[in-house]
């Protein structure tokens, strides 16, 4: 009994883990937005929200279900002297300490909405259950290899930015975002014109956190590399940007790149101050960890502001926010 207690605790230890991993999301600046939409919505009414909550829990259904497969691997399951039934309470807890039945009663308030809470309940209940099945995410898909290698003294490093992003929900989120409006633009029979402006704007806002300079998955491997590369600070916020603007540029294209590259080109320039701060490591298939406050306040300014005077005024805005990205960006460049 004192050996099952002991893994009975082990494993509150690790949905605790998980759980805090999901957390980075407030740090995100999808929580700003979430924020700004529901500040003067009536409290009696659901949220415009929700669909977010929903496509969050959604996509991090899976991560997290994969993190508690490996809390017990198999091999180690069946070396350990448990009989039938604490083997079922073993199993049976593992399942109850799942983070998304929290995140969905959690969002389902937050959400003012029955089906949101009901959504997330039913995957955080499937998505254990299909990996058991299926035998996916515990070894997680190699999308690395979608990105080929490419040329040029920061080949190397654009490259390995673009697998970065490729393991954020960020981009996933996005990558929906930019399949329903494509859908909606060509489906609905009259799609309100104002419609490509609003999802581009939301589509870089989305990808905005990963913009920052100081995000790292591997914060100490990612600066010893660094400094072994014969590479400036220019050159790595250069390579790290280029990565970002490929898959801004590849989820926009529908939506005007003028109006979306100015906005890019101005959230890059305000993500070049955290490049002086300490890195912030991330976690993989989670929402980027920035910081919010006030970096990610001054890139949603700053978003809104390119989107709202390229629609008025055109691509000449375009060049305008290329240089202060240019500008920010040998300035940022030197002082990292």
């Keep these: 009994m004192a050996g099952l207690a002991a893994l009975i605790a082990a494993l509150g230890r690790s ?12 740090h995100n600046n999808l929580f700003a937005v979430i924020l700004l939409l529901m500040a003067e919505e009536p409290m009696d009414r659901p949220s415009s929200t929700a669909v977010f909550y929903l496509v969050i829990g959604a996509l991090a259904a899976l991560p997290l279900a994969g993190d508690m497969a490996r809390r017990i691997p198999e091999a180690r399951m069946a070396l350990w002297p448990l009989t039938t039934w604490q083997r079922a309470v073993v199993f049976a807890l593992n399942l109850l300490l799942n983070p998304m039945l929290p995140l969905a009663v959690l969002f389902a308030l937050l959400s003012r909405h029955p089906v949101v809470g009901a959504g997330l309940f039913a995957l955080g209940v499937c998505a254990p259950v299909l990996l058991g099945v299926f035998r996916i995410w515990k070894n997680p898909p190699r999308l690395l290899r979608l990105v080929p290698s490419l040329p040029g003294r920061l080949g190397g490093l654009v490259q390995n930015r673009l697998r970065e992003l490729l393991q954020t929900l960020d981009l ?3 990558a929906l975002l930019s399949l329903g409006g494509c859908l909606y633009l060509l489906f609905y029979p009259q799609p309100d014109p104002m419609a490509k402006v609003v999802i581009g704007g939301l589509i870089v806002i ?3 956190t990963a913009g920052q300079a100081s995000s790292s998955f591997d914060a100490e491997s990612a600066i010893a590399r660094r400094l072994l590369l014969p590479l400036s600070g220019r050159d790595v916020l250069l390579a790290r940007d280029l990565a970002w603007l490929i898959v801004l540029l590849l989820l926009t294209g529908p939506y005007g790149w003028h109006r979306t590259l ?3 080109f101005l959230a890059l320039a305000a993500g070049h101050r ?3 701060t300490p890195p912030t490591e991330q976690t993989r298939w989670q929402f980027a960890a920035g910081q919010l406050i006030p970096t990610g306040l001054f ?4 978003v809104m502001l390119a989107i709202s005077t390229t629609h008025q005024y055109g691509p000449l805005v375009t060049l305008a926010a290329a240089g202060i990205w240019y500008a920010s960006l040998q300035w940022f460049g030197r002082k990292t």
């Excluded at 949905?15 to 407030?26: D, I, K, L, N, P």
């Design 15 to 26: 949905a605790q883990r998980s759980f805090g991993r999901f957390g980075s999301v407030t």
């Design 172 to 174: 996933w989120f996005a």
């Design 206 to 208: 989305l990808l905005s």
């Design 262 to 264: 100015s906005a890019g």
């Design 274 to 276: 955290t490049a002086l």
């Design 299 to 302: 890139q949603i300014f700053a």
